[in-house]
């Protein structure tokens, strides 16, 4: 004890903060770091690696069911990689499915981006989820003498297609320019895919920079566990 201290009253004296609750505040600080921690890196791996999403629709029943949450491997063609026909993708429909979208706002914008990276909403509402059927320079085509697509002449092969779905009801041919994608969903009933935006820009193709990512992995719910297999017809 000091001479000050001794001078001064007890009840004068600035009261000093309890052990237990010196505790308390190093844990709350320890748990503040952690969390946030937990935050950036999860934000990181959404932006850079794999990105959870959510299913919104039946358009790609009955690969995918409405409310599974998929995993997007953002960097499948990333270094060298290619797109694929069968590949079963994610992409932004701006400019090719719907106009230009419009600015949610800065707290609609959080709670979307909050709800994407745990799979609970999707990240944009010009997200979609299609499997290629047609890359540049193919020629994609509906349909040969036995109700098959046709891809640069040969039948593809769909085990994919919603049971009692055809191949198709609208009728095209098509050549997949170059740096673009011929896209169509499983359920060809119940799909508003390339075929929907034939008059439109782009005559309903995608641009390959517009894909976000390839889907790898349902992850819930638990029961659909299972790696997406890509078919090439």
């Known amino acids: 004890m000091t001479d000050s201290d001794a001078d001064t009253p007890e009840r004068d004296r600035p009261a000093r903060p309890a052990k237990g609750w010196r505790r308390w505040s190093r844990s709350a600080r320890l748990w503040v770091v952690v969390a946030l921690s937990t935050v950036v890196i999860t934000a990181l791996t959404n932006a850079l690696v794999m990105q959870p999403f ?6 790609m029943e ?7 949450r998929v995993l997007v491997n953002k960097l499948a063609y990333r270094f060298g990689g290619e797109v694929a026909r069968g590949d079963v993708i994610v992409f932004d429909g701006t400019g090719s499915f719907v106009a230009e ?10 709670l979307r981006t909050a709800g994407a990276a745990v799979g609970l909403a999707q990240s944009s509402e010009t997200d979609y989820v299609k499997r290629v059927i047609g890359i540049g320079g193919d020629r994609v085509r509906c349909c040969d003498s036995q109700g098959r697509l046709e891809v640069n002449g040969d039948p593809l092969d769909e085990p994919y297609l919603y049971p009692g779905d055809r191949p198709s009801n609208v009728t095209f041919d098509i050549r997949v320019p170059e740096g673009r994608l011929w896209v169509m969903g499983d359920h060809r009933s119940d799909s508003a895919d390339s075929r929907e935006y034939l008059g439109s820009p782009g005559g309903g193709t995608v641009p390959e920079d517009r894909v976000i990512g ?11 566990w299972g790696w997406m297999r890509s078919d090439h017809g």
């Open 101 to 110: 979208e419009a600015d949610p706002g800065l707290l609609v914008g959080l």
């Open 54 to 59: 959510l299913i919104p629709s039946g358009s």
């Open 62 to 68: 009955g690969t995918l069911q409405v409310g599974d």
């Open 214 to 224: 390839r889907v790898e992995l349902i992850g819930w719910p638990v029961d659909r």
